[in-house]
């Protein structure tokens, strides 16, 4: 990939240039850097097998609510019992020197705490996105990472994904001319039960879980920051699951340079997730373009035409992630998806609330 310096400032301020930065490559015999994760469910399951094919990274520690569940997940992973912890006495981490980072995998509003008492024990955080249920919880963990002086990387994953980093590159190559509008989706019929439904746990509806994807796409798709934020909110199915949160949000935002881009998210029905984007000399699209695997790009510009299917297979995106903050820790690099970018996505989506009318 050719980036001009324009360019790579560009990415770099979205947190992306340096995932393509050659001095950021592992050095060779540096010790792995050894994760514990807190809350072993389902994106758990995906990251910890990511880590096993990295070089730099390992699970050292564990911390669950359930102590069978963690000693199965302990021996599969070589994690000794007595790096099992509770949420009790999570904070006797600090004690762990066999723990260099916190990989916090627990419902949203469960984030600040983990990763302040994270920070407070001494540990570099890898937050899942989104990185909190609003916007001083996002200053407050930005603001005990940078007390405790460790790192704070927000879980965004296609930040660090070939297919989404080709069509960034495309873009800014010039393929598409100049970008006028962006159009982009996510959602799933969400099951009853889920902590995603409660207000208190999820901060919100679908737009904090899987529409974040379509808001942080935007804004490394434009390389810009949106400046007017329309919405509008829904709820269809009156069959209790929506009493606390919102089923559909659609959204539109406008970028400095006049770029408008157009998105929607529910709980309500399944959707691979996409984008497509619309410029003066053509148009690109990337389906299933923020789920583990299956990522389809697809192009026509200036009598070209593109039909790329990406086949890396899960774990790939969670192996590049984690390989990243290793390495970040490793040279003391500043992350591509600090808590800084979190925290704008989230100023984002509180207006985005704000617009529809939903009080966050
Ligand atoms: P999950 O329900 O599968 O796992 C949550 C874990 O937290 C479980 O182990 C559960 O036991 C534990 N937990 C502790 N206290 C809890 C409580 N009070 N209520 C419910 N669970 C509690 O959820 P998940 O799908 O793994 O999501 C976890 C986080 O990861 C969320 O912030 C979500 O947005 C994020 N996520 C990210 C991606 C991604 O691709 N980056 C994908 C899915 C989820």
């Known amino acids: 990939m050719q980036l001009t310096r324009r360019d790579f400032s560009r990415l770099g301020a979205l947190g992306i240039a340096a995932h393509l930065a050659p001095s950021l490559h592992a050095q060779a015999n540096q010790k792995k850097i050894g994760y514990a994760v807190i809350g072993l469910g389902r994106i758990a399951g995906h990251f910890m097998p990511g880590t096993r094919s ?3 990274s390992q699970i050292t520690a564990l911390v669950s609510g359930h102590r069978d569940k963690a000693e199965r997940i302990a021996a599969e992973y070589n994690v000794p019992t007595g790096s099992i912890y509770n949420y009790e006495n999570f904070d006797e981490i600090a004690h762990n020197p066999s723990v260099d980072a916190v990989y916090v995998a627990l419902p949203n509003s469960m984030h600040a705490e983990y990763t302040i008492r994270a920070a407070k024990a001494g540990k570099h955080v890898l937050c899942e996105k989104p990185m909190a249920t609003s916007v001083a919880d996002c200053e407050k963990m930005i603001a005990a990472c940078k007390a ?3 790192k704070l990387m927000i879980a965004y994953r296609c930040h660090y994904e070939p297919t989404n980093l080709r069509a960034i590159q495309l873009i800014r190559d010039g393929a598409l001319g100049q970008v006028q509008t962006i159009q982009s989706a996510f959602g ?16 919100g509806g679908p737009l904090y879980d899987v529409g974040i994807y379509s808001l942080n796409a935007c804004r ?3 390389g810009e920051e949106p400046d007017h934020i329309s919405a509008y909110a829904s709820v269809i199915d009156h069959d209790g699951r929506f009493n606390e949160v919102e089923e559909n949000v659609s959204w539109t935002m406008h970028f400095p340079s006049g770029i408008l881009t157009s998105c929607s998210t529910t709980y309500g029905a399944n959707m691979d997730g996409y984008f497509r984007v619309y ?21 026509e510009y200036s009598g070209k035409k593109l039909d790329e299917a990406n086949p890396a297979r899960d774990p790939s995106q969670f192996q590049a992630e984690a390989e990243h903050f290793s390495r970040c820790i490793q040279n003391g690099l500043e992350p591509q998806s600090p808590g800084e970018e979190g925290l704008r996505d989230m100023r984002y989506i509180t207006e985005i609330y704000r617009s529809a009318g939903i009080s966050s």
């Open 148 to 150: 405790a002086n460790v």
């Open 54 to 56: 990295t070089t730099n």
């Open 188 to 203: 799933f019929n969400i099951s009853p039960g889920e902590w995603r439904l409660s207000k208190k746990l999820a901060g």
């Open 220 to 222: 490394y798709l434009t």
């Open 279 to 299: 410029g003066s000399k053509g148009w690109l699209q990337v389906d299933k373009a923020f789920v583990y695997e299956g990522l389809h790009l697809s192009a």
